[in-house]
């Protein structure tokens, strides 16, 4: 007989009046009497009260003989985690405290997980796409990333850790581990996320951010996705109890200016510009952000460029240069990884002209004992491998390389790969460089014709620059954002050059103030024809110009044949049709200025063409840098030889002014008499009807111990 409606009512009434008479029962039973919890209270106040009185003498025992900050503040919390998990289990002990009462109490007291960052990624990271083995992260995948990610960890006495790399090795993936372990295990430090650019910020980090947010459980419930979420910016991701990721780019000033801060992420920094401007360089700035902070942390992590101008290797230079040395699996030599012992055999058949030839196997050599090691040996070699330093003396500051050699099978190039890759470009300068940096995480050094700038500071003489019998005084002017910078040559016959000085004038070019400091400068040289770069500004450039017909714009165009100035035929030719439209800008060939400025360096002896430096405090090291900053290199592309002038280093401004001036005073026209040598078509004659004083000498007058002619 079915149950009408009521009686199903009534039944489910009691069913529930019964789960409310149990869990009734249950509170009375786990309900303790007022008599009884006084004593529980009184029990566990006498037992805090004796540890707390124990706890000064066990944290001076634990810091006796220290003198080393980060160590002390490390053998404190060890104390302090200590001390609260013996105290746990001495209020379990107590026979007066009954367990409801000393198991939150228990609970409360325990110390946090000392987890790693690579144990924090074991655990909770999880990547759904843009890998070959989506699910949990395993750091036991890319063992050599263990040691880096740990180096990062809180309670690591390392401060900063550089890692130079090869592409494609997880050194990306060290960035967002620690951003998951920061917002998730510690949850109250602000850190400053940089990257080359505010557009790669937007189009690339922020993606990314995103997507490991979501995929990771843990941190999803951090943030919010929701566009009107104004917590989660392009420029900001707030989390926690007010902890920021600040996002920056390292061509932007004002995006590095952030509150200070404990950590800072630094991605593909040889991307970044050695100098914004009036703000200098913005590793320093980063690292401006963090003094206030002893324990500050900080992860650079790069593919390396060009040798003298990699921001990594510099880096990695200062640091206590780690290298993955794994074990043979033949004699268990323990050795790096390097291309030198890598080989490789063609298919049958192939030839080794052919830079598309399949290739049939490849091995490294073991250095010990000369046996092949195969790639399947890998997995089991990165497991047992151990980064070693080659400068233990430097603790806190940790640097590790890594090629693509290391690259797990299955995550990363193949051997083959990198064979096919290398030969590929044995014809192509640009692939071989892409092949140095991307595939052996190295810096690419510029191989060609240049000078030497250590034996230039030889060159200085003490010499009255008053008393040189010259000809004519000249300047050469490079226009940069933030400056003027001027080098004053004075000319003998023969283009003998006597260099005076090398000025920076500071200040906006974009403003009047450095061009109004400008002609006072040369007028105190006595410096009768100038040349100015104008290919920055050149709207300043021309108007400054323009109204003195002692000046001339000039324009820098690359180009082994283009001579250093135009033929005068052409020049005038030129001339007659720009006069109707302003001030000329003058066309140079810096390649074969390079040259001849180069070439007349290295000569011996004093005499037409040789170049002076008089002894002044402004030729110091960096000033010879710059004039030796660039290199003729032989370059191999598409299987022909091209000669090109390459810079070995990020400034060459001295080298440019150098030119500038020799420009000057070829378009003045006031030395016709071109050295032997050179190989050099002489000048034309003196040109009344051009720009400039007349070709006369003209009369000298001492200003400031230089003579003038204003």
Same mark, same amino acid.
């Given at each position: 007989m079915m149950a009408t409606l009521a009686e199903l009512q009534s039944e489910r009434e009691r069913l529930k009046a019964l789960e409310e008479r149990r869990l009734?029962?249950?509170?009375?039973?786990?309900?303790?009497?007022? #008599?009884?919890?006084?004593?529980?209270?009184?029990?566990?106040?006498?037992?805090?009260?004796?540890?707390?009185a124990e706890l000064p003498d066990r944290l001076l025992e634990a810091v006796d003989g220290e003198t080393e900050e980060s /160590?002390?503040?490390? /053998?404190?919390?060890?104390?302090?985690?200590?001390?609260?998990?013996?105290?746990?289990?001495?209020?379990?002990?107590?026979?007066?405290?009954?367990?409801?009462?000393?198991?939150?109490?228990? /609970?409360?007291?325990?110390? #946090?997980?000392?987890? $790693?960052?690579?144990?924090?990624?074991?655990?909770?990271?999880?990547?759904?796409?843009?890998?070959?083995?989506?699910?949990?992260?395993?750091?036991?995948?890319?063992?050599?990333?263990?040691?880096?990610?740990?180096?990062?960890?809180?309670?690591?006495?390392? #401060?900063?850790v550089t890692f130079q790399k090869a592409a494609g090795v997880g050194g990306t993936e060290v960035l967002y581990n620690w951003v998951g372990y920061i917002m998730h295990h510690l949850g109250n430090k602000d850190t400053l996320l940089v990257v080359p650019t505010l557009e790669l910020r937007n189009r690339s980090l922020n993606p990314r951010l995103r997507k490991t947010f979501k995929e990771t459980p843990v941190l999803s419930e951090l943030v919010t996705d929701q566009?009107?979420?104004?917590?989660?910016?392009?420029? +900001?991701?707030?989390?926690?109890?007010?902890? #920021?990721?600040?996002?920056?780019?390292?061509?932007?000033?004002?995006?590095?200016?952030?509150?200070?801060?404990?950590y800072v992420i630094a991605d593909e920094i040889d991307a970044f510009p050695w100098d914004l401007g009036q703000e200098g360089d913005p590793l320093s700035l980063i690292r401006n952000r963090q003094r206030t902070f002893s324990r500050a942390k900080t992860y650079l992590v790069s593919t390396p460029t060009v040798e003298h101008e990699?921001?990594?290797?510099?880096?990695?230079?200062?640091?206590?240069?780690?290298?993955?040395?794994?074990?043979?699996?033949?004699?268990?030599?323990?050795?790096?990884?390097?291309?030198?012992n890598f080989q490789y055999r063609l298919a049958p058949g192939a030839t080794r002209e052919d830079p598309n030839a399949e290739i049939a196997a490849t091995w490294m050599e073991c250095p010990a004992c000369g046996e092949a090691i195969e790639e399947h040996h890998k997995p089991d070699m990165l497991a047992a491998g151990h980064w070693i330093p080659q400068r233990p003396g430097i603790k806190a500051h940790r640097g590790y390389h890594l090629n693509a050699l290391y690259a797990p099978v299955g995550l990363g190039p193949r051997w083959a790969d990198l064979a096919r890759d290398w030969r590929q470009a044995q014809n192509d300068t640009a692939k071989l460089k892409a092949f140095t940096n991307t595939h052996l995480g190295e810096v690419w050094?510029?191989?060609?014709?240049?000078?030497?700038?250590?034996?230039?500071? $030889?060159?200085?003489?003490?010499?009255?620059?008053?008393?040189?019998? $010259? +000809?004519?005084?000249?300047?050469?002017?490079?226009?940069?954002?933030?400056?003027?910078?001027?080098?004053?040559?004075?000319? =003998?016959?023969?283009?003998?050059?006597w260099v005076i000085d090398h000025v920076i004038i500071p200040g906006d070019t974009l403003t009047p103030e450095p061009w109004d400091q400008l002609e006072p400068l040369l007028r105190d040289y006595g410096v009768q024809f100038v040349a100015v770069d104008a290919g920055y500004n050149t709207g300043a450039v021309q108007s400054w110009v323009q109204p003195r017909a002692w000046a001339f714009a000039t324009k820098g165009l690359a180009g082994l044949s283009r001579p250093l100035i135009e033929d005068e035929r052409k020049r005038r030719q030129r001339l007659r049709y720009r006069r109707k439209k302003g001030a000329p800008v003058e066309p140079i060939g810096v390649d074969e200025g390079k040259a001849l400025i180069y070439s007349r360096i290295k000569r011996e002896q004093p005499g037409p063409g040789y170049i002076h430096w008089v002894d002044s405090p402004a030729f110091d090291d960096e000033y010879f840098a710059q004039v030796a900053a660039e290199k003729l290199v032989r370059k191999r592309k598409r299987g022909r030889d091209l000669h090109e002038w390459v810079a070995t280093r990020p400034?060459?401004?001295?080298?440019?002014?150098?030119?500038?001036? +020799?420009?000057?005073? /070829?378009?003045?026209?006031?030395?016709?008499?071109?050295?032997? =040598?050179d190989g050099e078509p002489d000048q034309q004659e003196d040109r009344a009807d051009e720009p400039g004083p007349k070709p006369q000498r003209p009369a000298r007058k001492r200003r400031g111990g230089f003579a003038t002619n204003w």
């Open positions: 009734l029962a249950d509170e009375l039973a786990a309900t303790l009497e007022s #008599r009884e919890v006084q004593a529980a209270l009184q029990a566990g106040r006498a037992e805090m009260q004796r540890a707390i /160590r002390i503040h490390y /053998r404190l919390s060890d104390a302090c985690i200590d001390w609260l998990r013996e105290q746990g289990q001495s209020l379990q002990g107590l026979e007066d405290l009954p367990e409801s009462v000393a198991g939150p109490l228990v /609970r409360a007291m325990r110390p #946090r997980d000392l987890l $790693t960052v690579s144990q924090w990624a074991d655990r909770h990271r999880f990547m759904e796409s843009g890998t070959n083995v989506p699910g949990q992260w395993r750091t036991d995948r890319a063992p050599y990333l263990r040691e880096i990610m740990d180096s990062l960890s809180e309670h690591s006495p390392v #401060r900063q566009k009107r979420n104004r917590a989660n910016r392009d420029d +900001l991701v707030e989390y926690g109890a007010q902890a #920021r990721i600040i996002k920056a780019g390292a061509n932007s000033p004002d995006s590095l200016r952030s509150d200070h801060l404990p990699s921001h990594i290797a510099s880096s990695y230079a200062t640091s206590d240069q780690r290298q993955y040395h794994v074990p043979c699996p033949h004699c268990g030599h323990r050795h790096p990884l390097e291309w030198r050094t510029e191989q060609g014709d240049g000078i030497e700038d250590i034996s230039l500071i $030889t060159r200085l003489e003490d010499v009255d620059p008053a008393a040189l019998q $010259t +000809l004519v005084t000249t300047a050469g002017v490079d226009v940069q954002q933030d400056r003027l910078e001027s080098t004053i040559a004075q000319w =003998g016959a023969g283009e003998e050059a400034r060459n401004e001295a080298l440019d002014c150098l030119i500038l001036a +020799l420009v000057a005073l /070829r378009l003045s026209g006031r030395d016709t008499q071109a050295p032997s =040598g």
